[in-house]
Nanobody
Framework: QVQLVESGGGLARPGDSLRISCAAS????????MGWFRQAPGKEREFVAA????????HYADAVKGRFTISGDRYKNTAFLQMDSLKPEDTAVYYC????????????????????WGRGTQVTVSS
């Protein structure tokens, strides 16, 4: 079992920055994938970004490329999502997801491919 705890988030104005974090604990493998998804009210959950270990390669959804940055510490089993130039359409509950394998590229965006999920943290962007 793996437990995920998210932190950060909150209220921001358009153009501001926020950082959210995710810490994984429990039985983690050397190769794993951590991802961020989000779900806005009335919308389906969507992929935001992911980082794969080992290697540390990262991948983003087109909607956040150039504005969001995912990073992580492999040995501390943590992942961070730095969100810059926030827009009102970034408002959502952000969820951390974890899979105890290095998911293939085509699987990164599919929420069903991740075995563990955090409870989510609210990010609201409003003037």
């Amino acid at each position: 079992q793996v437990q995920l705890v998210e932190s950060g988030g909150g209220l921001a104005r358009p153009g501001d920055s926020l950082r959210i974090s995710c810490a994984a604990s429990g039985r983690t493998n050397n190769k794993y994938t951590m991802g961020w998804f989000r779900q806005a009210p009335g919308k389906e959950r969507e992929f935001v970004a992911a980082i794969r270990w080992n290697g540390g390669d990262i991948h983003y959804a087109d909607a956040v490329k150039g504005r969001f940055t995912i990073s992580g510490d492999r040995y501390k089993n943590t992942a961070f999502l730095q969100m810059d130039s926030l827009k009102p359409e970034d408002t959502a509950v952000y969820y951390c997801a974890f899979d105890n394998s290095r998911l293939i590229l085509s699987s990164l965006g599919g929420g069903d491919n991740y075995d563990y999920w955090g409870r989510g943290t609210q990010v609201t962007v409003s003037s």
